[in-house]
């Protein structure tokens, strides 16, 4: 499919665009059929060398079939050449569905967190008895240590 769109040129922070057309898979700033126009966009609005077109070779691309990507159509719409209406998309300000994934996901932990905190400051009963049944447990190697120590004697 062939596209009549901008080539990118110039030196950084310095763009300047060549109006070509170009086969739809071809990169950017890569090969291209014609050179139809130019568009500077360092100069003012107003200035009539901002954008230069080939009307009558653009008219011809088209009727072969070429499409004008959107800021041509713009251009050309200024020009007279195309009808150039504005694109709608509601959708645009919306987060992706990754996004509203991740949102539902943190929602749902801050739910789980806030309903622990809220079971933790109902009960608080359960704290000492585990305190008692950890004390026990930790006598019983202090006893066995010994009983290690006498057999390596008895060894020895």
Do not use: C
């Not at 932990?109 to 009963?125: L, N, Q, Y």
């Amino acid at each position: 499919m062939l596209k009549i769109r901008l080539a990118r040129g110039g030196a950084k922070k310095r763009p300047y665009y060549s109006i070509v057309v170009a086969d739809s898979h071809s990169p950017r700033d890569g090969r291209f059929i014609e050179k139809v126009g130019t568009y500077n966009p360092l100069l003012k609005k107003d200035d009539p060398t901002r954008v230069t077109l080939k009307l009558e070779r653009i008219q011809e691309w088209m009727a072969k079939g070429a499409q004008p990507t959107d800021r041509v159509a713009r251009f050309l719409g200024a020009a007279g050449v195309v009808q150039w209406k504005a694109g709608n998309n509601p959708k645009k300000a919306e987060p992706g569905q990754k996004a509203k994934e991740r949102a539902e996901e943190r929602a749902q932990r801050e739910a789980d967190r806030a309903a622990a905190a809220a079971e933790a400051a109902a009960a608080p009963a359960p704290e000492p008895e585990a305190a008692v049944e950890e004390a026990p447990a930790a006598e019983a190697p202090a006893e066995e240590a010994p009983a290690a120590d006498a057999s390596e004697e008895a060894q020895g």
